[in-house]
Each structure stands twice: as C-alpha cells, then as structure tokens.
C-alpha cells in the first residue's frame, strides 16, 4: 500500500497541470496530509554544498501563476516565514501560487549574504552583469552559481505572471519597476512605504532586472526592515499578500 501511494504521489507531481519537470528538478513529495495547501513540490536544484532549492506549489494549478522568493541573501532570514505559513496553512484559492522560501541555503546556514562560493547570487544574473567585488561579488561570469541556474531554469520552465522577491532591511517596495499598479497595490497591502530600490548604483545581474527583461510577466522587490516581529511575518503578511494577489485560503472544515 505505501508503494503505491509513493508512486502516484510522484506521478502527480510529474504530471500536474501538464507541466513536465525540468531534467535536473526531483519530485519530492505530493498529497502531505500535514500540508493540505500544498499540491506539488519541486527539488529544483542544489546549492554549491548540496543542499536542495525547493519550491512548493498552493493554490489552483490553471489559474494566475505567480512565484514569491525569499532569502536570496542569507543574512536575510524573517521573511521566508510569510511563505513558510502560506505553505503550511490552509489550502490557497484564486491563483496557481509557487513558493520558494529559502533560495541560498548555504548562506542561511552560515548566516551570510553570499553562498558558499562568496557569490552575491543577486549580482549573478546575466542581464546587465557586471563584474563587482566585495559585499556584491557577482562570480566569475553571468550564472556561474548552481543556485542561480536552478532559479532561472524554474522560472522559465513555470513562466509566471508575477515574481515577488523578499529582501532585509531596507523597509520598502520598488514602484519604479515594469508593472508600477501592482506594486502599489503590493505596497498599501502589506502597509510598506513606496519606494526605488537603486541598490545604490549597483543594481547589476540582479533577478528581477534579468525577469523582467526577459519575460512577458512582472518581477518587483520588497523589502522589509532588519527585524520585523513574527506575528508581522507569520500572521499578518500572509494574509494581506494573499489580499493583493487576489487568493484567499478555504474556511476551516
């Protein structure tokens, strides 16, 4: 019996919504009566020490799909908890949701800004790169890192609406980006000042410049401060990011 449902649990995953897994991405697990929002789980690559980059899929498989991200810096750890809750909770209505909580293990477990290699993995996308040193290294070339590889092959293979990027400290959403409308909108929901996110010059190779340059879809930073309270993360701004999007959860059985 547990054969069998190991196997048509990764024969959901496969097989869901008609997207087929990219070659280097492993299905995990799908059906966890522990996570009833969770419809579908991608190992989508591996650190520079192995540790797997996972995304989770909520929500509605068809409808919108949009993809949040967090802890791309790993010194920049509070805001993977809005995504950990919306992963844990209740099931998600309304949009075709992916979650990626933790996008530079390495840097998480060693409580740095860069992975392992040193690499600020938001200065290592090849739109616009240039080559930085010190707190921005961006690596030898253009998406030299396997996590920025495992990001970029993700989004092209699930080509979403929107991406919304989660950062510390600096307390704000971008406006000045490709869909202005949609991040004030992001920005009165979770009650974060409008703002421009220059990176002070040094906005090479980052993420969203490499998405929005290269797809029909939106990507756009928020950034909130250095030690925003868990109630914010775990209670309040779920509920009001789901509010922007346009999805809700189901009521309680």
């Known amino acids: 019996m547990l054969r069998t449902r190991s196997a048509y649990a990764v024969a959901l995953v496969v097989t869901v919504a008609g997207l087929a897994l990219p070659a280097q991405a492993v299905a995990v697990q799908a059906g966890d009566d522990a996570r009833p929002a969770v419809v579908e789980v991608r190992t989508i690559g591996h650190s520079v020490k192995g540790r797997p980059i996972r995304a989770w899929r909520l929500g509605e498989p068809g409808k919108r799909r949009i993809v949040l991200v967090s802890t791309m810096h790993g010194d920049e750890p509070h805001t993977r908890r809005i995504l ?16 990626v909580p933790t996008y530079n293990p390495d840097g998480l477990a060693r409580g740095t800004r ?8 938001n200065r290592n996308f090849p739109h616009r790169w240039k080559d930085l040193d010190g707190s921005y290294e961006s690596g030898p070339r253009p998406a030299s890192e396997p996590e920025t590889r495992a990001v970029m092959t993700f989004l092209e293979e699930v080509d979403p609406r929107r ?5 510390q400290p ?3 959403v971008d406006t000045d980006t490709k869909d202005p409308g949609f991040a004030r909108r992001l920005a009165r929901s979770l009650r974060l000042p409008r703002t421009t996110l220059d990176c002070g010059g040094l906005c090479h190779g980052t993420m969203t410049m490499w998405f929005n340059h290269r797809f029909r879809g939106s990507a756009l930073t928020v950034e909130y401060g250095s030690r925003p309270s868990r109630h914010r993360m775990a209670v309040q701004a779920p509920r009001q990011l789901l509010g922007a999007i346009g999805a809700h959860r189901t009521r309680r059985g």
Do not use: I, K
């Open 170 to 172: 600096l307390h704000g």
């Open 84 to 99: 950990e809750t919306l992963r844990d909770g209740r099931p998600v209505r309304g949009v075709d949701l992916w979650v």
């Open 114 to 121: 860069r992975n392992a290699r040193g690499v600020d993995l």
């Open 163 to 167: 991406v919304v990027s989660f950062h």
